[in-house]
C-alpha cells in the first residue's frame, strides 16, 4: 500500500501545480495592487530631467492633484501613450510630472525633441532609486496624487482614452470636488 501512494504523490503535486496555473492566468497583470494607496507618497529628491540645476521633490506634488507618469524612452508602451499624455496635458485640472525611468538622459530629451512634451516637472531616476520607493514594477505606470500628497490610485500600462474616460477622469473629478 506504501508503494502505491509513492507513485501518486508526483501526480498530486502536478495537479496543484496545474490548478494554480490555471488561477493565475485568470488574473489581469495590470491590476497588481500596491501598497502604497491610500499612503503619502514617498519622500524623494531627484535632479529635473530637463534642467539638471533644478530639483525635483515629494513637495512639488502637493497642493493639486498629479498624474506622475513613469515612462522611459527604450519603452515602446510609453511611446503608444505619449499622444494621450499631449492631449491631457492641456487639461488645467491637475499637473503631469514625469519619473524618467531607467533611462539615458539624452535619448529621454531626444524623444521629447521629437514628440512633445506633456510633462509639468519630470525627475530623472536613472538608478530607479525613487522608483523602488514606489513600488515601480515597470513603465509605463500612472499614479493619482491628490492635493495632500496621497496616492490615490495606481495605474500599470499605457494610458489611453479608455482608461481616462472610465477611470482618472472621475477619479480627477472626484478629488476636484473634494478640494
Given at each position: 500500500?506504501?508503494k502505491?501512494?509513492?507513485?501518486?504523490?508526483?501526480l498530486i503535486?502536478?495537479?496543484?501545480?496545474?490548478?494554480?496555473?490555471v488561477?493565475?492566468?485568470?488574473?489581469?497583470?495590470?491590476?497588481?495592487?500596491?501598497p502604497?494607496i491610500?499612503?503619502?507618497i514617498?519622500?524623494?529628491?531627484?535632479?529635473e530631467l530637463t534642467?539638471?540645476?533644478?530639483?525635483?521633490?515629494?513637495?512639488?506634488?502637493?497642493?493639486?492633484?498629479?498624474?506622475?507618469?513613469?515612462w522611459?524612452?527604450?519603452?515602446?508602451?510609453?511611446?503608444?501613450?505619449?499622444?494621450?499624455?499631449?492631449?491631457l496635458?492641456?487639461?488645467p485640472?491637475?499637473?503631469?510630472?514625469?519619473?524618467?525611468?531607467?533611462?539615458?538622459?539624452?535619448?529621454a530629451?531626444s524623444?521629447l525633441?521629437m514628440?512633445?512634451?506633456?510633462?509639468?516637472?519630470?525627475?530623472?531616476?536613472?538608478?530607479?532609486?525613487?522608483?523602488?520607493e514606489?513600488?515601480v514594477?515597470?513603465?509605463?505606470?500612472?499614479?493619482?496624487?491628490?492635493?495632500?500628497?496621497i496616492?490615490?490610485y495606481?495605474?500599470?500600462?499605457p494610458?489611453?482614452?479608455?482608461?481616462?474616460?472610465?477611470?482618472?477622469?472621475?477619479?480627477?473629478?472626484?478629488l476636484?470636488?473634494?478640494?
Amino acid at each position: 500500500m506504501a508503494k502505491s501512494w509513492r507513485f501518486l504523490i508526483p501526480l498530486i503535486i502536478f495537479g496543484a501545480l496545474v490548478i494554480l496555473l490555471v488561477i493565475g492566468l485568470g488574473k489581469d497583470p495590470r491590476k497588481v495592487p500596491s501598497p502604497l494607496i491610500g499612503k503619502p507618497i514617498p519622500e524623494f529628491s531627484l535632479p529635473e530631467l530637463t534642467d539638471t540645476g533644478r530639483t525635483l521633490v515629494d513637495d512639488d506634488l502637493r497642493g493639486q492633484i498629479s498624474l506622475v507618469n513613469v515612462w522611459a524612452s527604450w519603452c515602446s508602451s510609453c511611446r503608444q501613450e505619449h499622444q494621450a499624455l499631449m492631449v491631457l496635458s492641456e487639461n488645467p485640472d491637475f499637473q503631469i510630472v514625469g519619473l524618467n525611468w531607467k533611462d539615458d538622459a539624452q535619448d529621454a530629451l531626444s524623444v521629447l525633441r521629437m514628440t512633445g512634451n506633456p510633462y509639468d516637472r519630470i525627475g530623472y531616476d536613472p538608478d530607479n532609486d525613487v522608483g523602488i520607493e514606489w513600488g515601480v514594477y515597470g513603465a509605463p505606470e500612472t499614479f493619482v496624487v491628490d492635493q495632500q500628497g496621497i496616492i490615490r490610485y495606481k495605474h500599470i500600462g499605457p494610458v489611453d482614452r479608455k482608461v481616462w474616460e472610465e477611470t482618472l477622469q472621475p477619479l480627477i473629478a472626484q478629488l476636484k470636488a473634494e478640494g
